[in-house]
């Protein structure tokens, strides 16, 4: 069965960095694109970023410039680097593989971050 195992939320200060991890296992990885998604309380889920296998990334307008994402191909791994946090990016944070050849798509669990003072 598929697994995508995010790690690396928490509590952190406005202007604050974290960095989240998404662990593979028992997929192609290098087949999936990979993104990072997130959810307000009341909210919908929301894309932030994806990357592809050859590392072609996109974002969402209102993290460009303090968010990055990032992907090891050996590691099965994909990286969501936040910068310069601020309260309206608390949410829970959702890794997601999709092949684009199979339209198959998986989700992670999640991990929560909160950015307060």
């Known amino acids: 069965q598929v697994q995508l195992v995010e790690s690396g939320g928490g509590l952190v200060q406005p202007g604050g960095s974290l960095r989240l991890s998404c662990a593979a296992s028992r997929i192609i990885f290098s087949h999936y694109l990979m993104g990072w998604y997130h959810q307000a309380p009341g909210k919908q889920r929301e894309l932030v970023a994806t990357i592809t296998s050859g590392g072609t990334t996109n974002y969402a307008d209102s993290v460009k410039g303090r968010f990055t994402i990032s992907r090891d191909n050996v590691k099965n791994t994909v990286y969501l680097q936040l910068s310069s946090l601020k309260p309206e990016d608390t949410a829970v944070y959702y890794c997601?593989?999709?092949?684009?050849?199979?339209?198959?798509?998986?989700w992670g669990q999640g991990t929560q971050v909160t950015v307060s003072s």
């Open positions: 997601n593989a999709y092949d684009p050849k199979q339209f198959i798509g998986y």
